[in-house]
């Protein structure tokens, strides 16, 4: 190797040694920024559709407590009108209310409100509609609105079933 190449390694290792270690203490902060910002927005992308599916998914539950409590409320012939609040005591164990606030998740619908009416004859040939009426609050309605956006505190999920029991009498 020349003396020229010697010259020109030694003042190009010169220049550039110091801009590559001010290049490494600099990026470490600078990829812990742009991770922390860009997992906190694939947070919230991916938790969107996780809480509706949550939403749907509470639905659903409310649909089939309410179908429970119409079956079993249809069948029997001394049953009345009757409402509570969830969690329902256990003095309303082995009715329709019971079976239906079971099959409620009291986590996913707080506070939730289950009705059960009677429409028709005193004992036979009744229809019974189990009525079950909560608010689902939205983990991202929450976020919205930590943030300023004017976004309602919760959703409300009506869930009614109406069933005929023809061979009561």
Same mark, same amino acid.
């Given at each position: 190797?020349?003396?020229?190449?010697?010259?020109?390694?030694?003042?190009?290792?010169?220049?550039?040694?110091?801009?590559?270690? %001010?290049?490494?203490?600099?990026?470490?902060?600078?990829?812990?920024? %742009?991770?922390?910002?860009?997992?906190?927005?694939?947070?919230?992308?991916?938790?969107?559709?996780?809480?509706?599916?949550?939403?749907?998914?509470?639905?659903?539950?409310?649909?089939?407590?309410?179908? %429970?409590?119409?079956?079993?409320?249809?069948?029997?012939?001394?049953?009345?009108?009757?409402?509570?609040?969830?969690?329902?005591?256990?003095?309303?164990?082995?009715?329709?209310?019971?079976?239906?606030?079971?099959?409620?998740?009291?986590?996913?619908?707080?506070?939730?409100?289950?009705?059960?009416?009677?429409?028709?004859?005193?004992?036979?040939?009744?229809?019974?509609?189990?009525?079950?009426?909560?608010?689902?609050?939205?983990?991202?309605?929450?976020?919205?609105?930590?943030?300023?956006?004017?976004?309602?505190?919760?959703?409300?999920?009506?869930?009614?079933?109406?069933?005929?029991? %023809?061979?009561?009498?």
């Amino acid at each position: 190797m020349g003396t020229k190449a010697v010259v020109w390694n030694r003042v190009l290792d010169r220049l550039c040694l110091p801009r590559q270690l %001010e290049f490494r203490s600099t990026a470490k902060g600078q990829a812990l920024v %742009e991770f922390t910002l860009a997992f906190i927005l694939l947070l919230i992308v991916a938790w969107i559709p996780a809480d509706f599916g949550l939403a749907f998914y509470t639905g659903q539950l409310a649909q089939n407590a309410s179908r %429970e409590g119409a079956r079993i409320a249809a069948a029997d012939k001394t049953l009345v009108s009757a409402n509570c609040d969830m969690p329902c005591s256990s003095a309303t164990a082995g009715t329709a209310l019971k079976a239906a606030a079971d099959r409620m998740s009291q986590a996913l619908l707080p506070g939730a409100h289950i009705d059960v009416t009677l429409q028709g004859g005193t004992t036979c040939d009744r229809l019974v509609t189990v009525t079950i009426t909560g608010n689902y609050n939205f983990f991202f309605y929450r976020v919205l609105r930590l943030i300023g956006g004017n976004v309602p505190a919760s959703a409300p999920i009506n869930r009614s079933t109406s069933m005929r029991w %023809e061979h009561q009498c």
